[in-house]
């Protein structure tokens, strides 16, 4: 193709930032517009806040039509919105899926009935309307168990239960605290599964799919996988766990046969698919979830090694044009993010942390920003709780890594942490 496009990517994290970096190199963009953004971005390309609202159909179509070719959508909330829908309806293409085919991330009970219908393997699990009956189910099951509210948390609503109490308490949070709100008016229990985690993402045309290299995030806030849930504090890719025959199984038992029946439904699934894996002893992936967007931070990591241009294969995914890119060109070598937290995260974490942050003298270190604001004289603050994400490409894993510690190490941001084990299991 030999199209110049006009491309408005839409979100506010390192993974967004990861994506404009991968987009900005692509021969066939003629102008990109971030919204909202973030302070790492070019302030020349973040649209004026108040542009868009993806929470109002018209209003969202109306502020889109005539100015762009075609739209990246980063997060899930606008998806789950159906924002891929309205674009559609204006004849622009969107690379991300349907409002229908984003419930696989936006209702884990939508994505495990999916996943029975395409016998995928996967925990079994119970649904539960009701905080009692749960109560009740857990207390015959017994630990180890995972308690997950059933709709969209930011990624935090699923907790993995050792203890009885700790189950408990997960399940008063979610029915009577109302910790999710309308995400928590369901609960899907699940038995826990054994094994080591590894994320796959599939970019999909609705028909065909290409599979990225496999990347392993680190949930846990600190070291050696302790204290709590997270967004993710790392990620490293490729992960050696991803082995090619478990590859080789995600390919023909997990992303053909989940496409096949969201197509043979008639809501083809276009975007990407990213699939959450537990790898057991003997190799054998299961299904832990599927999101309907790229992983964060594994995004900032797996992008470093793709050497096709990201804009041409969103394109033609969007398009439903995958079949003519008959396989990806992954460069040799690793990547690693690490990421620079707030003190306090996830919790409640603090806020408007100055930021001084060096140029990395190694030109395989780049820094992604995720929540962070740009003031008008330039001066750059904190305002979430993942920060920054230090990533790193290089000939292995351990110099990768090495290297974005070394860059870590040459300042020092108050108020701030990182974990300082990330790819440990690998290594």
Not at 23 to 37: F, N
Not at 95 to 100: C, E, I, K, L, V
Not at 257 to 267: F, T
Not at 362 to 386: D, E, L, P
């Amino acid at each position: 193709m030999n199209k110049a496009l006009r491309v408005l990517l839409l979100g506010s994290g390192g993974r967004e930032h990861a994506i404009a970096d991968s987009l900005l190199q692509s021969p066939l963009l003629a102008d990109l517009k971030v919204y909202p953004g973030n302070g790492g971005f070019d302030p020349e390309i973040i649209l004026p806040a108040g542009t868009l609202d993806w929470k109002d159909k018209e209003k969202f179509q109306n502020a889109c039509r005539g100015k762009y070719d075609f739209v990246f959508v980063g997060p899930e909330d606008p998806l789950v919105a159906g924002v891929s829908d309205w674009l559609q309806e204006i004849g622009i293409p969107c690379f991300g899926p349907s409002a229908y085919c984003a419930q696989i991330e936006g209702s884990k009970d939508f994505a495990k009935k999916l996943m029975m219908e395409a016998n995928v393997p996967t925990a079994k699990h119970k649904t539960f309307y009701e905080h009692l009956e749960s109560v009740e189910y857990v207390r015959s099951h017994g630990c180890p168990i995972v308690i997950k509210a059933d709709g969209l948390a930011a990624g935090k609503g699923v907790t993995v239960c050792l203890k009885l109490d700790e189950a408990e308490q997960a399940l008063n949070e979610i029915f009577l605290d109302k910790k999710f709100g309308a995400s928590g008016s369901k609960v899907v229990i699940e038995d826990f599964l054994e094994g080591e985690e590894a994320s796959i993402f599939a970019i999909c045309d609705g028909k065909d799919f290409l599979l990225l290299p496999a990347a392993q995030d680190h949930k846990r806030a600190y070291d050696n996988d302790e204290g709590p849930n997270t967004g993710g504090m790392g990620a490293y890719c490729p992960a050696p766990i991803a082995t090619s025959s478990v590859i080789q199984i995600v390919e023909k038992d997990i992303v053909a046969p989940i496409l096949q029946v969201l197509k043979d439904k008639g809501k083809p699934y276009v975007g990407i698919l990213y699939v959450g894996l537990m790898i057991n002893a003997k190799g054998l992936p299961s299904v832990v979830e599927f999101n309907c967007r790229f992983g964060d931070p594994e995004t900032q990591a797996v992008l470093q090694l793709l050497e096709d241009d990201l804009l041409e294969l969103t394109w033609k995914a969007a398009n439903g044009q995958l079949s003519s890119q008959q396989s990806l060109r992954i460069s040799e070598g690793s990547s690693s993010i690490v990421v620079l937290a707030a003190e306090g995260y996830p919790n409640d974490y603090k806020k408007d942390i100055t930021l001084n942050i060096p140029i990395p003298e190694y030109s395989g270190t780049k820094v992604f920003h995720a929540g962070t604001k740009r003031s008008s004289n330039g001066n750059i603050t904190s305002t979430g709780g993942r920060i920054l994400g230090i990533t790193t490409k290089s000939k292995t894993l351990k110099d990768s890594i090495d290297k974005t510690y070394s860059f870590l190490n040459t300042f020092s941001i108050p108020f701030t942490f990182y974990r300082k084990d990330i790819g440990r299991r690998a290594l």
